[in-house]
């Protein structure tokens, strides 16, 4: 008999867990669920081979198989392929954490299977067989912005390790439609006159590489973006005193590289209420 698996929708759990509510193995993809009669799915994003993906409401979920061609005919791929008749339950996991199992909920097949060319373990081309997998109820829980950006940065380090061949026969490959995240962030409300008054300050000028800004808005005014010394996600005050006007190329830089003497020299202008030179 299928279980209710009593899971909150969006709820977070560890693999011992998960284990536990749905008596399955602790390893795997596809968790076929004898006693509870389930299969649990984990699309784990953070350690996977495989392109899962939501697309709009959509979530396209790689079958099982990490080696050579994938088969619809034996193992958890049957199962899946057959859910719709079998009886058997489907719940399906993301993890965008290690060691994070986020419960999306029960989900259905929303079309038959299709098969995709993805790399195996091996990094050699293979077919896999995709399948559509919709909610039965609700909605794919979002993503906060911090747990987004922590993913898109596993995978960008796991794409920088490939050879140029490796990484040119992935792009090659990779599906045409992007897949599609909803993501919730906190947004500050920065006061604009503090905002106004930096670039007033700056006069047209980066205030970090002190070159003129990169070209003109649409109202003929230098084009210079408010950059928050401190960032406010870490306390900082939205003030005159840690607020300065950076051109865009400066602006990606405070937020990537975050060069403590970049913060110290940008302090040290405010504060002494330096000009740009002309």
């Not at 909610?135 to 995978?155: M, T």
């Not at 205030?207 to 808005?217: K, N, Q, V």
Request: net charge neutral.
């Amino acid at each position: 008999m299928t279980i209710d698996a009593g899971l909150s929708h969006g709820q977070v759990i560890n693999n011992a867990e998960l284990c536990a509510v749905f008596k399955c193995s602790p390893q795997g993809g596809m968790r076929r669920a004898l006693a509870t009669n389930s299969l649990v799915l984990v699309s784990n994003h953070v350690a996977s081979i495989y392109d899962d993906r939501w697309i709009g409401d959509t979530f396209h979920y790689t079958g099982m198989g990490q080696q050579g061609d994938q088969s619809l005919s034996n193992a958890q791929n049957k199962t899946l392929a057959e859910s719709r008749t079998n009886g058997v339950a489907v719940h399906l996991f993301e993890v965008d954490r290690e060691r994070e199992y986020r419960y999306q909920g029960e989900v259905e097949l929303a079309s038959d299977p299709y098969p995709e060319i993805q790399p195996d373990q091996l990094k050699v081309d293979r077919t896999v067989w995709v399948f559509p997998l919709r909610l039965k109820r609700g909605a794919p829980i979002p993503l906060s912005s911090a747990e987004y950006d922590a993913g898109r940065l596993v995978r960008e380090r796991k794409a920088k390790r490939l050879t140029a061949d490796e990484l040119a026969a992935r792009a090659e490959k990779a599906p045409k439609q992007a897949g599609q995240r909803t993501v919730v962030s906190i947004q500050f409300e920065r006061n604009p006159y503090v905002s106004m008054q930096a670039k007033r300050r700056a006069t047209g000028i980066c205030e970090l590489c002190r070159t003129a800004a990169p070209f003109s808005d649409a109202n003929d005014e230098p084009y210079l973006e408010t950059h928050h010394i401190e960032w406010l996600a870490r306390g900082g005050e939205d003030s005159i005193h840690n607020t300065v006007a950076l051109c865009p190329n400066c602006h990606r830089k405070m937020h990537i590289v975050d060069d403590p003497k970049d913060r110290e020299l940008l302090r040290l202008r405010v504060h002494q209420g330096l000009l740009p030179r002309t």
